[in-house]
């Protein structure tokens, strides 16, 4: 199986040009005949759009999901080129995700581990990072620093007048800080 993949605002007139079917429900797999641009046929596969902002990078995205086979997946790949795609830049699709907001900086760069891990245990933590579960423990770690530095500034501008935390609950929580970062 050869699957390829458009993303951004060509994509679906490319869709509707390769199939010939003007209407598609989003998120919907479709068999229908691919053609090329001479109108033979490319091959009879599946073909999927995916309206933004319901998709991996947030722009509409068409998934053609072609026999297998490497002459035909170059044959399929030019002919979207001959109708108005290009080449994505290596990380392109995820660049996009990110600046499009489905990703953070974390999952993003999880993406990258995920595709070079060589190693069961590294494609685990990848993984894992690519659902969040670092951005979430960063996430928790700076809404506690921020508690304690709002109670440490309202202890020192207001000491007298509010109840502030004590030096000790101060160090304590710090202490605590500093061991989730190290952890």
Known sequence: MAILRLSGGEAPGILRRLCGRTTWDSHRLVLCDLRQSDGSLLDRGMAVWMKAPRSYTGEDVVELHLHG???????????????GARLARPGEFTLRAFLNGKLDLAQAEAVQQLIQSRSLASVNMASRNLLGVFSQQVERLRKSLLEWLVLLEAEIDFGDEVMGQSPEESQRRWQLACAQVEH
């Open 69 to 83: 086979g490497q002459a035909l997946a170059q044959l399929a790949l030019q002919t979207c080129l001959r109708l």
